[in-house]
């Protein structure tokens, strides 16, 4: 009985998160006469491939593509990098001060981006980064740097203290210490931080629109973004559908391949308990 | 070699609790040093106060005559044995027992010379290439020492490190690890709350109690010589009789029970006195200086046989070769083999033999 039950909800959740993916797969190779009429058509016939072709023709998706990949990329890199300093060392303080230290981020955290928006883009601009990669790559680090902190901190407090001890013994300095032993140990957290960041990355769309005005520095956001009609009463939902599928892929790739990695153990063997 | 000395050590923690209170002690080169005491003594803070993982509040350690507790914990050149052994899980045994000498920068293949080294001397040449996942427990405890062994320390401090072993393996493991100081001539601070072990590997003991030392010296003083009725009563398994008695004109008043007080230092109006129950003197029938003994419990342990015995009102346990019994027995108290202890204090008393009774 709880068996089906749970087997029914867990249909129920996959059908409420897939349906508008399945809606935008069935719109991308729909003919443009069958998606706006009513009743609803819901199977296109025949499926199209004009929409993705036209899409292609009109907009650089693979440079949109390729800077969403840069920019995440550096972004989820500097996060996790300057998060995993901050995780070792916090792991390791005294609880209380830990404590502050990490609702202090939490609030951070919990900051409305939009409010950072024009006095990140006057920073942006003096700096001269409008157009370039760090103008978005170091917002969306800082902006994600809580959240790594947090889960990175959950890891490494997980591994033996004993473990960093005989590390120390060893003769292992900090920094050996945190790329030897303790990052190895909390790969698992390391691999989830790194894709929480670099999904969010992706998916940022206020900066990416505001910092970059140039076609060809776009992130793949800002790029649907500019796909318009003929004319302001034309939408093409073909080609958006068509877009939006080609932005949500990478991610879906990654998330399978590192699927296990996340759903691993953590520290098996390290002590006798 | 040098010694490594410690000098009024105390350690309170950030709480307030207090770990160790001027705690002196002399690790002899080349000699076994063994920090015994029950659990929550400060026997494993002394340990890692001397690695440099705790600071001490106060004191001094010296390593000959050069100070060291300003050492960094990384260049202290100490092999530590964890008492959970703490190996790397996701490393090879091979890269366990390597890490700390790559850290230290040395040559690739003197590196892997002494691995090998250390390996086979353990008996875990075989096991180089597992994760520490895969081996049995006393497998994980060779490495966990072989990661000690292999830099050649000056200095070994071994946490409890037969405690997470079956009693079995705790035996050979502690025969071997004799042989191994020996062999290695090793300078070893071992901490244990195990008195055999204590016993059979220690050139020397120290005693420790609520963070203070309670006697000092080599096992067999400790056993024969005990500093305090703690001491008494701790080492030794079965342990010592003791009762606690009034002392009157030259006889010490027990319950049933009167035994003669020597002259000299032990004439105090209240005493502890101490009998170990393998120096009690049982024979089914009567004997000089014997009394009479009612069994209340026999427990066989083999070789031998643990009475529990009633002698007067007082409660006797006594060690005696197994064979047919009677539930009445004769015991005698051998006062050669009597240890007195202050009333008050617990602090050892010697009888002056020179000073006639």
């Keep these: 009985m709880r068996r089906v039950g749970l087997a029914l909800a867990t249909a129920l959740l996959a059908a409420w998160s897939l349906a508008p993916v399945a809606w935008q797969l069935l719109t991308a190779v729909k003919p443009d006469a069958q998606i706006t009429r009513t009743p609803t058509v819901y199977l296109p016939d025949p499926p199209t491939s004009r929409h993705v072709t036209a899409l292609l023709a009109r907009k650089p998706m693979a440079v949109y593509l390729a800077n969403s990949l840069a920019v995440s990329a550096v972004a989820t890199t500097l996060a996790v990098g300057v998060a995993a300093l901050a995780a070792a060392a916090l792991s390791r303080s005294a609880a209380a001060s830990r404590d502050r230290a990490l609702l202090g981020l939490l609030l951070l955290a919990l900051f409305p981006p939009i409010l950072l928006l024009f006095p990140l883009y006057e920073g942006v601009r003096a700096l001269g980064w409008v157009n370039h990669l760090p103008g978005l790559a170091l917002p969306y680090a800082a902006l994600n740097l809580p959240l790594a902190v947090w889960i990175l901190e959950s890891g490494f407090r997980q591994i033996p203290r004993e473990l960093d001890e005989a590390a120390r013994l060893d003769g292992l300095g900090w920094l050996a210490r945190l790329a030897r032993v303790q990052a190895p140990l909390a790969a698992p957290s390391l691999v989830t931080a790194a894709i929480l960041v670099f999904i969010f990355c992706w998916n940022e769309f206020m900066l990416a629109l505001t910092f970059m005005t140039r076609d060809s520095h776009k992130t793949v956001t800002a790029g649907i973004a500019s796909i318009g009609g003929a004319s302001i009463y034309e939408i093409p939902w073909g080609q958006l559908s068509a877009a939006v599928l080609l932005a949500t892929a990478p991610l879906v790739l990654l998330v399978l391949v590192f699927e296990r990695r996340i759903a691993g153990g953590l520290t098996r063997g390290a002590v006798k308990g | 070699m040098d010694d490594l000395r410690g000098e009024a050590i105390s350690k309170v923690f950030p709480g307030g609790a207090r770990a160790l209170e001027q705690v002196s002690f002399r690790a002899r080169a080349g000699q076994v040093l063994t920090l015994l005491g029950p659990s929550g003594c400060g026997k494993s803070t002394l340990l890692r106060i001397v690695a440099g993982l705790e600071e001490a509040t106060s004191g001094r350690l010296f390593l000959g005559e050069r100070p060291f507790d300003g050492v960094p914990t990384g260049q202290r050149d100490v092999g530590f044995v964890f008492q959970n052994y703490a190996l790397y899980p996701h490393l090879s045994v091979e890269d366990n027992l390597s890490l700390g000498l790559r850290a230290r920068g040395r040559p690739r293949a003197e590196t892997a010379a002494r691995v090998r080294r250390t390996a086979e001397l353990l008996g875990i040449g075989a096991l180089l290439q597992r994760r520490p996942g895969q081996l049995s427990g006393g497998q994980q405890q060779r490495v966990a020492l072989g990661r000690a062994l292999v830099r050649e320390p000056r200095?070994?401090?071994?946490?409890?490190?037969?405690?997470?072993?079956?009693?079995?393996?705790?035996?050979?493991?502690?025969?071997?690890?004799?042989?191994?100081?020996?062999?290695?001539?090793?300078?070893?601070?071992?901490?244990?709350?195990?008195?055999?072990?204590?016993?059979?590997?220690?050139?020397?003991?120290?005693?420790?109690?609520?963070?203070?030392?309670?006697?000092?010296?080599?096992?067999?003083?400790?056993?024969?010589?005990?500093?305090?009725?703690?001491?008494?009563?701790?080492?030794?398994?079965?342990?010592?009789?003791?009762?606690?008695?009034?002392?009157?004109?030259?006889?010490?008043?027990?319950?049933?029970?009167?035994?003669?007080?020597?002259?000299?230092?032990?004439?105090?109006?209240?005493?502890?006195?101490?009998?170990?129950?393998?120096?009690?003197?049982?024979?089914?029938?009567?004997?000089?200086?014997?009394?009479?003994?009612?069994?209340?419990?026999?427990?066989?342990?083999?070789?031998?046989?643990?009475?529990?015995?009633?002698?007067?009102?007082?409660?006797?346990?006594?060690?005696?070769?197994?064979?047919?019994?009677?539930?009445?027995?004769?015991?005698?108290?051998?006062p050669e083999r009597l240890h007195w202890f202050d009333g008050q204090s617990g602090a050892r008393l010697d009888p002056r033999p020179t000073q006639a009774v």
């Design chain 2, 155 to 334: 200095l070994y401090l071994l946490d409890e490190p037969l405690s997470n072993l079956d009693a079995l393996l705790r035996e050979s493991m502690r025969s071997e690890l004799k042989l191994l100081f020996r062999r290695l001539n090793a300078t070893v601070l071992y901490v244990t709350h195990d008195q055999a072990e204590a016993m059979s590997l220690s050139d020397e003991v120290l005693l420790l109690d609520d963070g203070r030392v309670r006697q000092c010296a080599p096992p067999q003083e400790l056993y024969a010589r005990p500093a305090d009725l703690f001491v008494a009563t701790f080492v030794g398994s079965p342990r010592m009789n003791t009762w606690l008695g009034e002392c009157a004109e030259g006889g010490l008043q027990l319950r049933g029970l009167r035994l003669d007080v020597p002259a000299g230092p032990t004439r105090r109006p209240r005493l502890w006195v101490g009998l170990r129950p393998e120096d009690v003197e049982v024979r089914p029938t009567p004997f000089e200086g014997a009394r009479e003994a009612l069994v209340e419990l026999a427990e066989p342990l083999g070789d031998r046989v643990l009475l529990t015995l009633r002698v007067g009102g007082e409660s006797l346990r006594a060690l005696t070769p197994p064979g047919a019994r009677s539930e009445r027995l004769w015991a005698r108290l051998p």
